[in-house]
């Protein structure tokens, strides 16, 4: 498969930005998405939620593909709901499609992880119906930022990419989240 290669991101720019401005952009969709129903006092803990959640997935797709051992990280590659929708950009650049599939898996990885430390929120004061609006504006602002800094999207669709070439190499089907409906 070819690539177009992008210089990646030290892990601890990954981390700094997980931090600070994904934290900034993701919070201020979370809280524009719940304004009707997330009591004002509570805005405070959504930053907090979506900093541990995209930390977490960072942390996890940072990790070079051959040290994972353990067969249930793997599963979070895997694990993802069905009805999880790919996520869509305004645009897109030149790509291969292999490539845009990973930047679309990881920012879908990402974004389910920033879902899951949001679930002390949803379940105190969003409502179930409202949640398909949070993920897709979430899932969609993350794939935006990956494409928007290319660096960053290369370093964290490593194992995507991993495994998108394994399962070229081998012809195994591979599922991933498709649209529903």
Request: include cysteine; charge should be negative.
């Amino acid at each position: 498969m070819e690539w177009v290669e992008i210089d990646g991101m030290t892990a601890s720019g990954v981390l700094q930005l997980a931090r600070t401005d994904l934290v900034e952009i993701l919070s201020a969709i979370v809280s524009d998405v719940c304004s009707d129903h997330l009591p004002l006092h509570m805005r405070g803990e959504i930053a907090p939620a979506v900093k541990s959640g995209l930390l977490s997935a960072c942390r996890f797709l940072l990790r070079h593909p051959d040290d994972i051992r353990d067969e249930t990280l793997w599963r979070v590659l895997f694990g993802l709901p069905s009805y999880w929708e790919p996520p869509v950009a305004r645009s897109e650049p030149p790509w291969p499609h292999h490539q845009l599939q990973a930047y679309r898996w990881t920012a879908t990885i990402v974004a389910y992880s920033v879902r899951n430390a949001l679930e002390d929120l949803h379940t105190k004061h969003i409502p179930d119906q409202l949640m398909p609006s949070v993920n897709r504006a979430v899932r969609n602002s993350i794939y935006e930022a990956l494409l928007d800094a290319p660096s960053l999207g290369w370093r964290l669709s490593r194992m995507p990419r991993a495994v998108l070439c394994a399962t070229a190499e081998t012809g195994w089907a591979l599922r991933l989240p498709h649209a529903v409906g």
